[in-house]
């Protein structure tokens, strides 16, 4: 059997930007007119969101924040060194970039030869580059092809459709070379519609504030956890008989302040994240194939389904975690995780 690494981590988007600018989520949150006036300024948050709010608008709690990601990105890449994948699988979600109303799979494996991408202007790095890395379109089509003799009709691409990378994807390859290292692994993007309802409705992204958008304008939901704990599983079982070394990544947050509405898209759902991070970190995989759809939206876990993925896998190759953190916050729009679980 070939040799399989799993990982997961996070592609918190304002970890590419300064420390001064990672609270704009949350200050773009507070603009919302149907806000009770008491949440309106810190005097009426929980208090530990006011300690990590502090005098500076976030700015001291945003230098700690990153300190502790990146501290996990330099452990998942030391991981990656070590281990030497012939390529790396990232689960990643399409948030209205590559598929928009013309076609939005389930799921779909980006088969490329090659990746091209720049990184986004004003960058905590200081310049502006562009990231060329190859694609391994062999092992993507046995992938493909196998998933599919196995009853998942996977779609696949062979060039990008709207966007070149998703920045599920661009941000995983940044962060892992964090410090400029440089990073030479193949990829093979699988994205999955993660945002199923709102993916169209509200093009993947913020809440809108001057309109309400009825059911009837929601799109159909996305995959089931269920059914994608069974990709995830039906993955890593292909793979672990191909002639391939390769490392499984989850790319993705847990719960976002910005799709839970019981909390006025002010701050995740932390309990219900704390939960599932429990239940995968002692390998209760009932608890993550049985989670619904229903339960992800209410509790803003859409980007979740990736790492539904990462559990099937798991529990197909009878993977326990060896290092896992939570990194949780009250203003920093989304807890993150990360998992990393070496080969026996």
């Known amino acids: 059997m070939a040799d399989i690494l799993i990982l997961g981590i996070s592609h918190y988007p304002p970890l590419h930007g300064p420390d001064q600018r990672m609270s704009w989520i949350l200050k773009r949150m507070l603009q919302n007119p149907k806000l009770p006036p008491e949440l309106r300024t810190p005097a009426g948050w929980p208090a530990a969101m006011q300690a990590e709010w502090g005098n500076d608008e976030g700015t001291s709690s945003a230098a700690r924040h990153r300190e502790a990601l990146v501290g996990w990105m330099d452990k998942t890449r030391a991981a990656l060194d070590e281990f030497k994948p012939d390529f790396i699988l990232i689960w990643g979600d399409d948030q209205y970039e590559n598929f928009k109303e013309d076609v939005v799979p389930p799921y779909c494996i980006a088969a490329y030869d090659q990746f091209k991408f720049a990184s986004p202007p004003a960058n905590v790095w200081g310049k502006d580059e562009t990231f060329e890395l190859p694609g391994h379109r062999a092992a993507a089509k046995l992938l493909a092809t196998q998933l599919i003799e196995d009853g998942f009709d996977t779609a696949y691409a062979y060039k990008p459709l709207h966007h070149p990378l998703g920045h599920a994807f661009s941000n995983a390859v940044m962060y892992l070379d964090y410090h400029r290292r440089g990073f030479a692994f193949p990829i093979v993007p699988f994205a999955i519609n993660c945002y199923g309802r709102r993916v169209l409705a509200q093009r993947g992204g913020l809440p809108v504030f001057d309109r309400v958008i009825p059911d009837s304008d929601l799109d159909p939901p996305a995959p089931t956890p269920r ?41 995740p759902d932390t309990p219900a994240d704390r939960r599932l991070y429990e239940a995968l970190c ?39 975690p060896q290092e896992t953190g939570f990194v949780d916050t009250w203003i920093f729009n989304s807890s993150k995780v990360f998992l990393i679980a070496r080969p026996h």
């Open 227 to 267: 059914r994608l704990f069974d990709l995830g599983a039906a993955t890593a079982r292909i793979l672990a008989e191909s002639p391939y070394r390769v490392a499984l990544l989850a790319s993705s947050g847990w719960s976002h302040a910005f799709l839970t509405q019981k909390n006025w898209f002010l701050y």
């Open 282 to 320: 002692g390998c209760d995989w009932e608890a993550w194939r049985s989670y619904s759809g229903a339960q992800v939206e209410d509790a803003g876990q859409q980007e979740i389904l990736n790492w539904s993925c990462l559990a099937g896998a798991m529990s197909a190759l009878e993977r326990k």
